[in-house]
């Protein structure tokens, strides 16, 4: 891992930012609130208006999470995981989608003699250009090995065939050329821990044509390399069946990490997969199905850049000493240039908490039912002061003699990262996202996703960016972040990987109502995933951001409205 010099942070928003009341072009729709948030910063080249919406009518059952679309049939396949399905919707009217069918991914014969389980939950879904589709399929077992269901995204619905993959497929993307597509294998243990699977990432040879491949397409690249001394300094290993009593694997680092999210490059040769628990990042050459590398995110050190830390002080956004949080990036996205590939990351954060074992605690914990204290050092003093709620772990952070924490270890970056191929942090976000949503939002600052209230996330991992998706819009390169918990989809021109510019928020919410009591006017709640269709493939000729929202159920279209400065 290469040294990470502190990286360039954006600089700390103001009250200088604009806050617009646009309505949705249109007429409004089911799904679409009266009063959008839109918060835009001075001289913004964009705003994101909701303009349509397809509701689902399921509540906090990730009835939408991921969602791709279809140029050649203007259609959007989105992932309803409650129902172990994915939607075909008709997005020909981005005002209206509607729904055409289901893609079946249940029952289907296998090229490797099995058959998709009756039970098997679909997590993600790719399309290539020509309407080959894929779909990760989770065995009903997750433990088990998952498959790979394929289909004709311009069809209707009939499944083409399947291959096996690695145990709980969870993100499948297509690399850009259209020759692969590529599986992150996340492997989470049984919730006793009586089973651990090894996480890989599988890399599948697809055919020219619209057609299923064969198993021996198959290649699964795993991590047996980095167990012992060959594991990168800074990639957490712990809470696996060894810590939770269970049993002493033969290769602890590979059950223990969990991929999660691919992004390929543009020459469509490596793959660079988020190990969000082990705040790690993997290198896979795709030509070889082998990880060639694996690297840390590193820490946010909080006596530098700060955050709201409980949720029971008002919205109070300061600096701790002796306090980092890790990365633990979800999403991932790449981009080029001149030539050279950055890597976008929406620092989410994430922890080990099942029955078996649990990393999760609060400060308020140390010291108490077995629980080592915190260190002289760490709990004397105005610097401890106003963290007893924040959430940590309880495996990192002790002194050489494991007799106190000496550092406190919280989860996420609350903020977007861009890091060089090989690890190194170009440019954050810091707290950026807090307090945009703080001034946009003030009532319902740091609020959870399903019920509306102020300041019950900033405990825990605060707005929590999940999704994100990357376009060019007018020559410029844009990247679109979903805030988990608050809702809303955040834009920054990434241009300049090292001086990232926030350009605009926009979140389809009304706060005045809950979704657990009032979903059908709740709007979206729970951004998931995020996809961008370029003008050139939207049926309306504009930039479009379509978003899967788990929580509220909705799938909701965004147009990307370039805004004409005045000429003088």
């Known amino acids: 891992m290469p040294s990470m010099p502190r990286p360039r942070r954006l600089a700390v928003l103001t009250t200088a930012l604009a806050v617009s009341a646009v309505l949705p072009l249109g007429a409004a729709s089911a799904g679409l609130v009266a009063e959008p948030v839109q918060y835009s910063a001075p001289g913004a080249a964009l705003r994101l208006d909701p303009v349509g919406t397809y509701e689902t009518g399921v509540f906090d ?14 259609r959007l396949l989105v992932v309803n995981a409650a129902q172990a399905k994915v939607e075909v919707l008709d997005a020909a009217d981005p005002a209206a989608p509607t729904k055409l069918f289901d893609l079946q991914t249940t029952g289907v014969a296998a090229a490797d003699g099995s058959t998709v389980d009756a039970g098997a939950v679909a997590n993600s879904v790719a399309v290539r250009e020509d309407g080959l589709g894929v779909v990760a399929v989770e065995a009903e077992d997750k433990t088990d090995d998952g498959w790979l269901v394929f289909f004709d995204a311009a069809g209707t619905g009939a499944a083409l065939g399947a291959v096996r993959v690695g145990a709980l497929p969870d993100m499948v993307t297509i690399t850009p050329d259209g020759t692969r597509a590529v599986v992150a294998n996340e492997g989470e243990p049984a919730e006793d821990y009586s089973v651990d699977p090894e996480g890989t990432v599988s890399v599948v040879s697809l ?10 397409a198959v290649r699964s690249a795993g991590f ?9 300094q800074g990639i957490r290993v712990h809470g696996g069946r060894a810590d939770a009593g269970t049993g002493t694997p033969a290769f602890p680092v590979s059950e223990t990490i969990e991929p999660e999210y691919v992004a390929v490059d543009q020459q469509s040769r490596t793959a660079y997969v988020t190990l969000q628990e082990s705040n790690g990042v993997a290198v896979v050459d795709l030509r070889s199905a082998t990880v060639t590398d694996v690297w840390s995110v590193g820490t946010v050190d909080r006596s530098v850049v700060p955050l709201d830390a409980s949720d029971r002080d008002g919205a109070n956004i300061r600096t701790y000493a002796n306090l980092r949080t890790f990365r633990q990036p979800d999403a991932i996205a790449a981009y ?6 950055y890597l976008v990351t929406a620092d989410e954060g994430d922890t080990r908490d099942w029955d078996g074992y649990s990393e999760e605690i609060r400060v308020s914990d140390l010291g108490k039912n077995g629980i080592k204290p915190a260190c002289d050092s760490v709990g004397a003093g105005a610097g401890f002061s106003g963290l007893s709620r924040l959430k940590i772990t309880k495996a990192n952070g002790l002194n050489a003699a494991g007799t106190c924490y000496e550092t406190l270890y919280g989860f996420g970056g609350r903020s977007i990262s861009v890091f060089t191929t090989d690890g190194r ?3 954050s976000s810091g707290d950026e996202l807090e307090r945009l949503t703080l001034a946009a939002v003030p009532a319902f600052f740091n609020s959870d996703h399903g019920t509306s209230a102020f300041d019950n996330r900033s405990d825990d991992k605060g707005p929590e960016p999940e999704g994100v998706t990357i376009g060019k819009v007018g020559g410029r390169t844009y990247v679109f972040v979903g805030l988990e918990r608050i809702g809303g989809v955040v834009a920054y021109d990434v241009s300049d990987p090292a001086k990232p510019q926030l350009v605009t928020y926009a ?7 809950s979704g657990s009591s009032d979903l059908a006017a709740a709007g979206d709640l729970g951004p998931e995933g995020l996809t961008f269709v370029a003008e050139d493939d939207s049926p309306t000729g504009r930039p479009l951001v379509v978003v899967g929202n788990e929580v509220s159920g909705t799938t909701s279209v965004f147009d990307v409205a370039k805004i004409q400065k005045n000429k003088r």
């Open 61 to 74: 059952e990730s009835a939408a999470e991921i969602v791709e679309h279809f140029a050649a049939a203007q």
């Open 207 to 216: 055919p020219d044509s619209v057609s299923s491949p064969a198993q021996s």
């Open 224 to 232: 047996h390399a980095f167990e012992g001394a060959g594991l990168p």
């Open 336 to 341: 080029q240039v001149k030539g050279r590939t």
């Open 425 to 427: 942090l170009v440019s």
């Open 507 to 513: 979140n389809n919410r009304n706060f005045a109502v």
